[in-house]
């Protein structure tokens, strides 16, 4: 389905992906590729076993947010079969373009396992923009808390946010009365699954803890990355620029995960008084801990695509006389 009509969506998925290696081309300019390799070479076994710890943290209240979700919107999902789908779409995300694949993967894989591909979808789409609410929220309050590049607009990011959460709680109040038209359908159907699979008594609860977990969990792992790349500010200057990065990582523009990331740590970084050089770093050590922090998600893949024991027909007994 194209965005625009009259071009394909092959041609957006193409965008996207050079769109990343333009951000990556054009850090590789301003840097060069000294802290891309410092980053990497700096990388050690307490960083590891420490991204392999908080990957798992989140990666199960990742799973846990999402089969409460599925829950709500009557899709059955056990939480260990929610699991191995969640790490194997961590690490379909961080190898292939756009950052969103894996997701899509999970998706249509739940969808079809459950007898039910609408809703197997829009679980997916409704738990990662719940996730993706939070992280703006707990970011908007970090931010005005501590001194970072941002904090002169945050006014203006909370107006946008207060503006939308009044627009969304509008539409949802007029959905009853706006007809019978397929947007209005559409609208009356995303109201309800937000009802039932994100406010629901049940489920609100649960989907706020888990993703304030995720949150803390990303955010430790980038600390942990910036400390590995020798960033020695303290935790209060550190932690708004890492959360400008985790920001930066919704951006489907990416190649393996590199992309507006890198960019947005060099700039914050650099405004904030530190390097680019060493943001570029922070953010590279980052992505190198996520991939080997998804890696359980790569033997599900394998143990996925492994053919099962070939089962032979017995042989008949021979009769004897």
């Known amino acids: 389905m194209s965005v625009v009509p009259g071009l394909p969506a092959s041609f957006w998925r193409w965008a996207r992906t050079l769109a990343g290696v333009a951000v990556l081309a054009l850090l590789l300019r301003q840097v060069g590729g000294g802290p891309f390799v410092a980053g990497l070479r700096l990388i050690d076994g307490p960083a590891l076993a420490a991204a392999l710890g908080a990957g798992l943290l989140t990666t199960v209240c990742a799973a846990w947010r999402w089969r409460l979700v599925a829950g709500g919107l009557g899709v059955r999902l056990p939480l260990g079969a929610a699991v191995a789908h969640y790490y194997r779409a961590v690490f379909l995300n961080a190898t292939l373009p756009g950052g969103v694949l894996g997701d899509v993967d999970r998706a249509v894989r739940h969808g079809r396992d459950a007898g039910d ?23 908007v309050v970090v931010l005005a808390a501590f001194p970072s590049p941002v904090r002169p607009y945050l006014p203006v990011a909370v107006a946008l946010l207060a503006a939308g959460t009044l627009g969304a709680v509008l ?131 394998l143990a996925r695509r492994r053919p099962g024991p070939v089962t032979r027909p017995a042989r008949p007994e021979r009769l004897t006389a």
Do not use: K
């Not at 979808?121 to 939070?134: F, I």
């Not at 706006?178 to 609860?205: E, H, I, N, Q």
């Not at 990582?249 to 060099?266: H, K, S, Y």
């Open 117 to 139: 591909l609408g809703r197997g979808v829009r679980a997916v789409v409704w738990e990662r923009a719940a996730g993706q609410l939070v992280q703006g929220v707990i970011a």
């Open 171 to 301: 539409l949802a109040w007029a959905a009853p009365r706006l007809g019978a038209s397929a947007w209005a359908r559409a609208l009356r159907a995303a109201v309800a699954d937000v009802r039932a699979g994100l406010l629901a008594r049940r489920t609100w609860c649960g989907v706020l803890l888990a993703s304030a977990a995720v949150v803390a969990g990303h955010l430790a792992t980038f600390l942990v990355a910036a400390r590995t790349a020798g960033a020695a500010a303290p935790l209060s200057r550190l932690v708004p620029l890492t959360l400008l990065a985790l920001l930066a990582m919704g951006i489907p523009l990416n190649v393996a995960g590199f992309g507006p990331r890198e960019g947005v740590a060099a700039w914050a970084f650099g405004a904030a008084g530190l390097t680019a050089a060493q943001g570029v770093a922070t953010a590279t050590v980052y992505g190198a801990l996520v991939l080997v922090s998804s890696l359980p998600g790569a033997v599900v893949l």
